[in-house]
């Protein structure tokens, strides 16, 4: 008798193995980085942890090589300054990821009129610049080998909805850009780059943001979040699954 299984009830692994490779995921520690992190190290990849979120990046770490048995370091990066990407990469210098994912980011709300210089620096700092040097190294430590980069955006870099981020969707269209141009400059080199848009996703940053507006009872942000949930066509923010508690 032949029993036939489904996709959905086979693991990462058992369709896409990673076993061998290398993954280096910046701002891994909650959110859309940790699931990432999850499912990756599912496909056997062994993997660089960067965040600035000490704490929260070692649970991780520690609940990766339990569950997979996948070697797992953590990184503790600012990563809004140049210096700690230069340190970091010579941390793994001759160790180099195979995958480079793009992910952290900062998502702070703030009227465009009362935006000042350091503001603004550090949001491009974080959701841009870092971005742009993490992919310079990788393209340069990787020139002969090629390689994959993932590219975290955002849906507000196509479509701004949202309130008080005029910011922080110049830093993500900016992202897009970088990626498109990266690909006509390297993508014969082997490397393939995509850039990938997330819609609305409940993570811990966004339930924050939520509790705080109603706290605050600050109505301009509690209407621009009804408005973005009744545009969803399934009603409802994307979640994170079959994550364990930490």
Known sequence: MIIMSSVKDKSIYDLIS?????????????????????RLAEAGADLYLVDI??????ILKNELYEKYKV????????LSKKKNIDELWKMIEGREPDILVNNAGIYLFKDFIEV?????????NVNLNAVFWMCQYMIKTRK??????????SI?????????????????AGLLVLTRALVKEYGRNGFRIN???????KTASVEKLRREALLKIRVDVIKTGINFMNRLPLGRMGIQTRLPES
């Open 71 to 78: 070697d797992v370091e953590e990184f503790i990066v600012d």
């Open 18 to 38: 990673l076993k061998g490779k290398r993954v280096l995921i910046t701002g891994a520690a909650s959110g859309i980085g940790k699931a990432i992190s999850y």
């Open 53 to 58: 979120n000490e704490k929260d990046l070692i």
């Open 195 to 201: 850039a990938i848009i997330p819609g609305g996703i």
């Open 156 to 172: 507000e870099a196509i479509l701004p909805f949202a309130e008080w981020l005029v910011h922080y969707d110049v830093a993500k």
């Open 116 to 124: 000042d210089e350091r503001f603004l620096e550090k949001i491009l």
């Open 144 to 153: 002969d080998k090629g390689g994959i980069i993932i590219n975290v955006g």
